[in-house]
């Protein structure tokens, strides 16, 4: 919106053009989604504590977890709210990329408010029913897949990116939709699975977003794309403004959502943020580069995979608890080293996808 009004201020004075470079558009976003965060923030808790919308904690859990019970929840509205308004106010909104992004993010950040609200204000402990949730998260993402491959005018937006291989780019066809309605559906839930404790989900994902800025920024960069083989794909490159819009947002969040918890994001927030991940990260041809970035995501599914196949075939746990950061803490780890180790494997898997670009 202003990246517009700008444009059409550079008729009376060139200064404005100054606003048509991506990265200043990219800074001013992260600055923009982290001031409405800490702003709002704690309006948005005070509202929740006056609404009585907190958290209920499972008791078969960690102990010292009970006493989280009644922290404000849906706390990802904050989160949403933030990206929206930093994406509208500094993205071009002429680019398809841009809308197909907010569609998942409002879309998924909708199913995950009904989950919420049967949760916490109908005190519904199933929230919403689990089939209806992946019947509507299906519907999103083979929707949203459909609509990309049928409305994309060149053979790159459809190929396969394998890491370390840089003539390896088959087209992918009509799987294209099959591989993105798994990537879509898995990383919202894998998110979702990951938000347990205080700020563990939020900053691997504000990691794994800056590293798909830096990816959408050299996709859509005809030089950086052919030096690192990658396809060039020029909308793209207007999703670094998106990314930095998570992030801002993100650490907004964090600075109310860091241990000991002022508030939750609640699946409007996570199912939202995961989605967004995985909408990116298709966007830019990336979902290989993606399972590693996000291995923490990856190794927090599996562990609630492996958990309920082990128990119904075996009879057996693998894990004292899943997701497995349930299980670290059954073990003797205090919280914050959990929350501290996972980010720190998080870096580490980040920077490794990030150089799958160049090792090639």
């Known amino acids: 919106m202003l990246a517009w009004l700008a444009e059409y201020l550079t008729q009376y004075y060139s200064g404005f053009n100054v606003f048509s470079y991506l990265t200043l558009r990219a800074i001013l976003g992260i600055l923009t989604a982290l ?10 808790i005070r509202a929740l504590q006056r ?25 990802g509205l904050l989160i949403l709210g933030a990206i929206f308004a930093s994406t509208l106010l500094w993205g071009d909104l002429g680019n398809k990329y841009v809308w197909i992004t907010l569609f998942v993010i409002g879309s998924l950040g909708i199913v995950g408010f009904v989950d919420d609200y049967r949760k916490v204000i109908r005190k519904d402990s199933k929230g919403l029913i689990a089939r209806w949730k992946y019947f509507w998260q299906s519907v999103i993402a083979i929707s949203v897949a459909a609509f990309i491959y049928f409305t994309s005018s060149d053979p790159s937006e459809t190929v396969l990116v394998v890491p370390f291989f840089k003539d390896v780019l088959p087209q992918l066809g009509l799987f294209y939709l099959v591989m993105s309605y798994f990537v879509l559906v898995g990383t ?23 590293a798909l800025a830096i990816i959408a ?12 083989h990658i396809p060039h794909i020029a909308s793209a490159s207007e999703l670094v403004v998106v990314c930095t ?56 599914a599996l562990s609630v995979i492996l958990q309920v196949g ?20 059954l073990k003797g780890w205090p919280e914050p080293r959990v929350i501290v180790r996972f980010w720190i494997i998080s870096i580490i898997l980040v920077l490794a996808g990030l150089a799958t670009l160049k090792i090639r």
């Open 310 to 329: 082990s128990y119904k075939l075996r009879g057996q746990r693998i894990f004292r608890m899943a997701p497995i950061h349930h299980h670290y803490e």
């Open 217 to 228: 920024y050299v996709t859509g960069n005809a030089v950086f794309a052919n030096y690192l």
């Open 35 to 44: 001031m409405i965060s800490l702003y709002f923030g704690p309006k948005l």
């Open 188 to 210: 919202s839930n894998a998110v979702n699975l990951t938000d347990g404790l205080d700020g563990l989900a939020i900053v691997p994902t504000i990691l794994v977003a800056s």
């Open 245 to 300: 819009a998570i992030v801002g947002a993100g650490l907004g969040f964090l600075w109310f959502n860091t241990y000991p918890a002022q508030v939750f994001m609640g699946d409007v927030g996570s199912l939202a943020l995961g989605g967004a991940l995985g909408i990116i990260a298709i966007l830019v041809r990336q979902e290989l580069v993606l399972l590693i970035m996000g291995g923490v995501f990856v190794m927090e």
């Open 51 to 75: 609404m009585q919308i907190g958290q209920t904690v499972r008791d078969d859990g960690p102990e010292s977890h009970l006493s989280k019970s009644g922290t404000p929840t849906m706390g």
